[in-house]
């Protein structure tokens, strides 16, 4: 019968598995990836190869079963290429906010609010355009001898065999290029930001067969010749097909480092509120509005460093010991994410006395990060609603930090028990692709990665609205304190 291989192109790892058609990951491998704000794009092209060589080798399925590759891929990261085909600069991460203040430039010229009805997003350093513009300006020789502008995934499959440049429409929606409603290069914000269509990949439905493996990438990988390539995703859109997240109603959350919530939409919002934005699933006809929780596991780890604890089960064992005891902690140790994207955003802890003790604390801290989950979700609007989140991710195992997150934000939580389901939705594009399945939403609803335990919220709501009321007043009167402080400084 045969199976897939599917490869995620990680900020900070690659990985590669086998897949069949149930959504069973099989076999796996992975490589450290080079996580600088600039890294060697040939470098990324060696670690891909070698990841897929040592899960052929080692995989246990022959090269000939092998039926198809897709790949997803970190979003936003650009590939500058020669007329060549060869990289004419380093590739410039998407964590690169040395692009800052050229993020401005295309809202600047067409305005902000219209720049985020045609894009989905608001603008930021965080997209490829502000990478872009930002190497033009300080780089004119190098962008002189670049013909291309090309996403990670496009690099990678073109390494692989494909013919020329093609991006998948979810990769292409973070570049602040895509007219995200007709999903397709915008050809007034070329014109504003001076590129042309030329210049970028050709944009291709996520899960489409774009090419065949060349012999020469056999060679290095092992694997067959001839193989069929597909068309992926960005690494989030993945995750969300591979947990089967395709239908409103039902929202992926991602817990790591940061939280990502996405949320599935039947047509883009005419501007999406705040600072969420507006992407193009990797289902077909859908959208996804995601969210983003700057520092949820890192507010965890923060915590235990400072209490002096091993690690975050550490804490997690001193908060379920106490009560917050009207505590209240705001997790913007990284600036406040969605609904603000405010960068200059600071964490507090609020309501301390002297009767309060470091299991207060412990606790304040996991409240925190469960209450702004639910501040992110509230601020989406009526118009999205979320009764169930779909929940994924190294920091979704602590028993209490899951009764948090059902109890205060007030809806069920169904938990994932696979770690890598970017990989089970990089694998289901790639059976797509080669027909196993009439499209990407009938593959995720058929077989996307097993739920374990369904946790529904247990507080009683007026408990729960209460407290939620508590954490949003704290918010809003850091801000507005934030402000004022800020009035003062300019003032004087």
């Known amino acids: 019968m045969g199976v897939v291989l599917s490869l995620d192109l990680g900020t900070t790892t690659f990985k590669a598995a ?5 959504g069973r990951l099989l076999a796996r491998s992975s490589l450290p990836a080079d996580s600088g704000m ?6 990324a092209c060696d670690r891909a190869l070698r990841v897929v060589a040592a899960l052929v080798r080692d995989g246990g399925v022959p090269p000939r079963e092998i039926l198809a590759v897709a790949v997803a891929s970190q979003r936003a990261t650009v590939v500058p290429v020669g007329a060549d085909g060869a990289a004419s600069a380093p590739a410039m991460s998407w964590q690169d906010a040395r692009a800052g203040d050229a993020a401005a430039e295309p809202a600047a010229t067409l305005g902000a609010e219209h720049y985020r009805r045609v894009t989905g997003l608001p603008p930021s350093f965080l997209w490829s355009v ?3 513009l930002r190497f033009r300006r300080e780089r004119p020789e190098a962008f002189a001898r670049t013909g291309r ?3 990670l995934h496009d690099w990678v499959l073109h390494a692989l065999g494909v013919e020329g440049f093609v991006t998948d429409v979810a990769n292409a929606s973070l570049t602040g290029l895509l007219d995200v409603a007709r999903a397709d290069w ?4 070329l014109d504003a930001v001076r590129l042309t269509r030329d210049r970028l990949s050709r944009v291709v439905a996520s899960g489409t067969r774009v090419g065949s493996l060349s012999a020469v990438a056999a060679g290095a990988t092992g694997l067959e010749a001839g193989t069929p390539l597909v068309a992926g995703g960005g690494d989030q859109q993945c995750a969300a097909l591979g947990l089967g997240v395709v239908d409103p109603g039902r929202a992926a959350l991602c817990l790591g480092t940061a939280a990502v919530v996405s949320c599935p939409v039947e047509r883009p919002p005419e501007a999406p509120r705040g600072g969420f934005f507006c992407t193009v699933h990797v289902a077909p006809g859908r959208w996804v509005l995601e969210g983003i929780h700057n520092a949820f596991g890192a507010s965890l780890r923060w915590a235990a460093a400072a209490l002096g604890l091993p690690g975050v089960e550490a804490l997690e064992e001193l908060a379920a010991a106490g009560a917050s005891g009207g505590v209240r902690f705001v997790p913007h140790l990284a600036g406040a994410g969605s609904p603000e994207m405010d960068a200059g955003a600071r964490a507090a802890f609020v309501g301390l006395g ?3 003790d470091r299991r207060t604390l412990a606790r304040a801290v996991f409240e925190g990060v469960a209450l702004e989950t639910r501040r992110i979700l509230e601020s989406l609007g009526a118009g999205v609603p979320v009764d169930r989140l779909v929940v994924s991710g190294g920091a979704s195992r602590g028993a209490l930090l899951i009764r948090l997150l059902a109890d205060l934000t007030g ?5 994932c028990e696979e770690p890598d389901v970017t990989l089970v939705g990089a694998a289901l594009l790639a059976w797509t692709g080669i027909g196993r399945f009439g499209d990407a939403r009938e593959a995720a609803l058929a077989r996307a990665a097993d739920v374990g335990a369904i946790v529904a919220p247990a507080l009683d709501a007026g408990a729960r609205d209460r407290l939620y009321a508590g954490y949003a007043g704290s918010v809003g009167g850091l801000r507005s304190a934030a402000a004022g402080a800020a009035g003062r400084v300019g003032s004087s």
């Open 18 to 22: 086998l897949c069949d058609d149930s």
């Open 38 to 43: 600039e890294f060697d794009a040939g470098d």
């Open 130 to 132: 502000s990478k872009i």
């Open 149 to 151: 502008f090309v996403l």
């Open 186 to 189: 915008s050809d007034e914000i």
């Open 354 to 356: 002297l009767e309060h």
């Open 411 to 415: 809806r069920t939580l169904e938990l």
